[in-house]
């Protein structure tokens, strides 16, 4: 399966197939280099040539300033040059970190993104987001960089754990609430296969990204449980969750907000929470997490003038972005106004 991507900042294609690992590691031209975790490593070992392999410690703690810089180095005297190809293999970590490098490496050269986990081969390896963290912030400093090509293999999610593959697949979930009722339903029969979900989703995330490339406005729909979600993840320290599990507590959360405020229809949040267990994540809220995850979203910057840009669901497989009051989040968050 080929998808293209047609943003104003880079075209590209998406292909989704069994097998393609091998082909996806050594470029038609030029020189390459691959980025890879240690864990990644350590199962493609024997594909690789350890000559042109950057290896990253595997975590979240990796995409910081220092690996960065050790990646650009590593770069340097492997000679590569501006028509060469740094090539990403791994989780969203390695997605973000080698595309930055990428992004700044001689002021730009060729990457190409193969993703290992279902996280990145549903999102993070598509739409052109690359970036480390600061001790201050997650992603706080980056750029948008498009990769020249994104290579899903499904067969690499054999070796994924369950706890990561169902944060995955949070995220398809996600897509199916903001954008594809067929999806949602195909998911509720639990009737498919991986690669036609992986398709879904990019093809959704590539429409976003084509129509918003920048992430100035309807972009933003991608966020849906990520509001609650994210200040999840701050208040309970990061590890607790896998951010996959955090924005599952962030959809229920919000589609029960929704519920409330008279946006969403009667039942969807018990329809999430039904889906979200089925796929073994967090599927109830847990109302002192909820309250202190309040006081997060209160503290946020992006809370400055007392609104955020809320996501919420009308319909399954539609979504609709509100201004909504910080306060009035709190209450229903705190207990003050019933969830
Ligand atoms: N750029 C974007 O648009 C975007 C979007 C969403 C998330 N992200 C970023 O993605 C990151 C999270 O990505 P992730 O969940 O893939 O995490 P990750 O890259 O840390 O991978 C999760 C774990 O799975 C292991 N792993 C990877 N592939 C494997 C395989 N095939 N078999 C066995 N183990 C494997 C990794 O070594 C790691 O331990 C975060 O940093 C987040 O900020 C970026
Ligand atoms: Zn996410």
Redesign the pocket.
Known sequence: MKLKVEAANGCYDIIIEKNILQDALIPDAGNYAVVT?S??YE?YAKQLDREKVIVLP???GS?NFMELERILDNLLQMGMNRNDTLIAL???????IAGFAAAIYKRGISFVQVP??L??MV??SV?G???VNLPGG??MAGAFYQPEAVFADAC??D???SR?YA?GMAEVIKYGYIADSLLLEKLKRNEYEIESVIYDCCRIKAAYVEEDPYDKGVRMQLNYGHTIGHAVETVAGYGKY??GEAVAIGMLAAARLGEALGISPAGLADETAALLKQYALPHTLDRALLAEAAGAIAKDKKAADGKVDFVLIDRPGHAVTEPLDITTITQYMTGQKNL
């Open positions: 975790d864990n990644v199962l595997a975590g979240e995409k791994g989780g969203g970590v390695i997605g973000d290992t986990t996280l990145a999102d993070s739409g987001k690359v970036a997650k992603n690499v999610l070796t994924l754990d990561q944060a896998l951010h």
